[in-house]
């Protein structure tokens, strides 16, 4: 339950975290703020926030994107061509491939057929 829980902060918090940086930049654009004398003039201590943001968001897109590889190959039902061509769009699309997997696949099933395929019966 927890690393569904990740996945859904990563892929849903991270596009919203861009287009914020994004809408920033251009807003700088737009009044005339030269972001290049920014970067030389001030003190490192302003750029330690934005880089543990981005810092913490590269590594949990890398952890989800793998995530996803994993969940693909050995936890999903879908058939064998359909895994396979998932894990093709997952490897060569990086964190692409990885968002149209969990909205797609990983998203839409039930919580009880995910634990039961991570979690084993036991045998008596």
């Not at 030269?34 to 913490?56: H, K, M, R, Y």
């Not at 491939?97 to 036991?122: D, H, T, W």
Request: hydrophobic content about 60%; charged content about 10%.
């Amino acid at each position: 339950m927890a690393l569904r829980t990740f996945y859904r902060i990563v892929f849903i918090r991270t596009p919203s975290l861009i287009g914020i940086m994004l809408a920033f930049c251009i807003v700088a654009v737009l009044c005339g703020f030269d972001t290049s004398n920014a970067i030389e003039t001030w003190p490192l201590a302003v750029w330690i926030l934005p880089c543990l943001i981005g810092s913490f968001f590269a590594i949990g897109i890398t952890v989800a994107w793998l995530g996803m590889i994993l969940d693909c190959a050995f936890t999903s039902n879908l058939p064998i061509w359909s895994k396979g061509l998932w894990l093709v769009l997952l490897v060569f699309t990086s964190i692409i491939g990885a968002l149209i997997y969990y909205f797609c696949v990983y998203k839409n099933r039930p919580i009880q057929s995910v634990l039961a395929e991570a979690i084993p019966p036991m045998q008596a």
